[in-house]
C-alpha cells in the first residue's frame, strides 16, 4: 500500500508522461506536490522504486520508467486515496526540525587523484548534495575521485568530490587542474613565481612543477561525499 504523497508523485508521473511522452523533473515534482525540497521527492522515488511501481535507467537526466499501477489508478476518475493513522505522541523535549536543502549535481565522470587522466567533459549521472556545500558563488559540479594521491587530506578512491567551477586559486587550495588542455587531476595548488606546482597529499607520488601557462584551474573543492 502506499501512501498519499507516492500515490501522489505515480499519478503526476503516469500524467506527464501519457501528456508529453517524458517524465517531469524532480523541481517539477517538488512544486506539483508542494514540498519545501528535492530531497523529499528523492525520498519518495526511491520508495515506489522498492515497491515495484517505477524503475529508474541508470546513467540518463530524468530517465524514469513506470512498471506498474495500482488497481485503483486505472479505473476512471482516479484520485489518490489519503492514508491516515494514528500520530504518535509528540515528545515533550522535541524540537521542530527544518527539512534538508538538497540540489542536485552532474557527476562529470571521473578524476584521478594519481597520474592524471583525459579531460573529464560527460555527465555520468547526478548526485544530490546538501545545499550548504553549494552556497558559494558561480556553478558547481561532482567528480567521482580515481586513485590514493590525496588519502593523507582524507580524500580516497571513490569519494564524490563536489567542486566550485572557477580559474583561479589560492595557494594550498585543492584544486581540478587540467594539464596541457588534456589531462585533469585532483591536486594541492601551489604557486611558484612563473610555476604551478600540484602537490599530491601522499608520499608516495611526487609534486608535479609545471609553467603556469600548462596549468590551468577547472573549479576548487569545497565538499566530498563518501559511500559505505
Known sequence: M??????????????????????????????????????????????????????????????IEIVKLPEAMDRPGFSPRVITGDRPEQPKAAM?????????????????????????????????????????KGQHYALEVKGDSMIEAGINDGDIVVIQEQSTAENGDIVVALVDDAEATLKRFRRRGSMIALEAA?????????????????????????SY
Open 2 to 63: 502506499l501512501t498519499r504523497k507516492q500515490l501522489e508523485l505515480l499519478d503526476f508521473i503516469r500524467v506527464r508522461m501519457e501528456a508529453e511522452g517524458v517524465p517531469p523533473s524532480f523541481d517539477e515534482m517538488k512544486v506539483a506536490l508542494d514540498l519545501r525540497s528535492k530531497s523529499g521527492i528523492h525520498r519518495l522515488i526511491t520508495a515506489l522504486e522498492e515497491r515495484g511501481f517505477i524503475r529508474r535507467l541508470a546513467h540518463r537526466a530524468r530517465a
Open 202 to 226: 601522499n608520499p608516495d607520488y611526487e609534486t608535479r612543477v609545471l609553467p603556469d601557462h600548462q596549468v590551468k584551474v577547472q573549479g576548487r573543492l569545497v565538499g566530498l561525499i563518501r
Open 96 to 136: 521542530p526540525v527544518e527539512a534538508v536543502y538538497a540540489v542536485d549535481l552532474p557527476v562529470m565522470g571521473r578524476i584521478a587523484a594519481g597520474v592524471p587522466i583525459e579531460a573529464i567533459q560527460d555527465i555520468s549521472h547526478h548526485v544530490s548534495v546538501p545545499g550548504s556545500m553549494v552556497s558559494g
